[in-house]
């Protein structure tokens, strides 16, 4: 199985955790999966649409007119659903989407999502970053140091508390989302193509701490500024200067007095 990368306060592989017994033994089983999703989504539904049946709508308590003799069809009120401003007929009332789904499908359904991204490489548990203050900049430079398989969107930030330091300096980046660990789902760990797990909260979901493995950091290199590029200005040649009008040139001064000679 494959191990867990564990990141270090820069977005540095530092170790390697196995993945617990609970994951690693859980097949990976699409129809629960598919069935515990289209429940999460459907439960997420409000439900509260809502229409008025000839019941509710205020008005027509009087017969519009008499039951025979009229040549008219007999009508009881005017508000049947027939009528202008009646009532509507098997219109959608509030109501509850979300289906049952057993306890054991969502908790296979559950482990099984998070073992098809450990196999990939997708999933990786960071460290506690120790920032002070939240830095937008820190997190994108985090997450540049990161494998490649964990660099990609949309990206989930798994923490327990989403007003942390760690949790404001990510939830500024396009494409990468921050949730608390009381509110993970099936369906947001099918959506998201790479998670980051906070150690402490995936400790408490498998159940007792990791066993890791030191390895040698390798960060990666800085980037290299690309240096601005500058228009070049085509010089144009410069031009002769032409003499005044009224200097001739001195060969031609010479040849006008000669010839006045002659």
Same mark, same amino acid.
């Given at each position: 199985?494959?191990? $867990?990368? $564990? $990141?270090?306060?820069?977005?540095?592989t530092v170790g390697r955790a196995a993945l617990a017994p609970q994951f690693a033994e859980q097949p990976i089983k699409q129809h629960l999966i598919h069935e515990t999703v289209v429940a999460e989504l459907a439960a997420r539904r409000a439900g509260t649409h809502a229409t008025r049946n000839r019941a509710a709508v205020r008005g027509g308590g009087a017969k519009p007119w008499r039951q025979k003799g009229t040549g008219r069809a007999r009508q009881g009120s005017t508000r049947a659903p027939q009528w202008t401003g009646g009532g509507v007929v098997f219109g959608p009332s509030p109501r509850t989407y979300g289906g049952k789904v057993n306890r054991k499908v969502r908790q296979q359904a559950y482990r099984a999502a998070l073992r098809a991204h450990a196999e990939r490489g997708s999933l990786a548990l960071i460290e506690p970053l120790g920032w002070d203050v939240p830095s937008t900049k820190r997190a994108v430079e985090y997450l540049r140091q990161v494998p490649d398989a964990l660099n990609v969107r949309p990206l989930l930030v798994v923490v327990d508390d989403i007003q942390s330091v760690a949790a404001r300096s990510f939830r500024n980046i396009e494409g990468v989302y921050i949730l608390a660990a009381a509110e993970l789902e099936v369906v947001d760990i099918v959506a998201a193509k790479a998670l980051l797990f906070a150690r402490e909260v995936w400790e408490?979901?498998? +159940? +007792?701490?990791a066993e890791v493995e030191a390895v040698t950091p390798k960060p990666k290199p800085a980037e290299k500024k690309a240096a601005p590029k500058k228009a070049a200005k085509a010089e144009a040649p410069a031009a002769e200067e032409e003499p005044p009008a009224d200097q001739a040139p001195a060969a031609a001064a010479d040849q006008t007095s000669e010839e006045a000679d002659a």
């Open positions: 199985m494959t191990p $867990l990368p $564990l $990141l270090n306060s820069d977005g540095v408490r979901i498998a +159940g +007792g701490p």
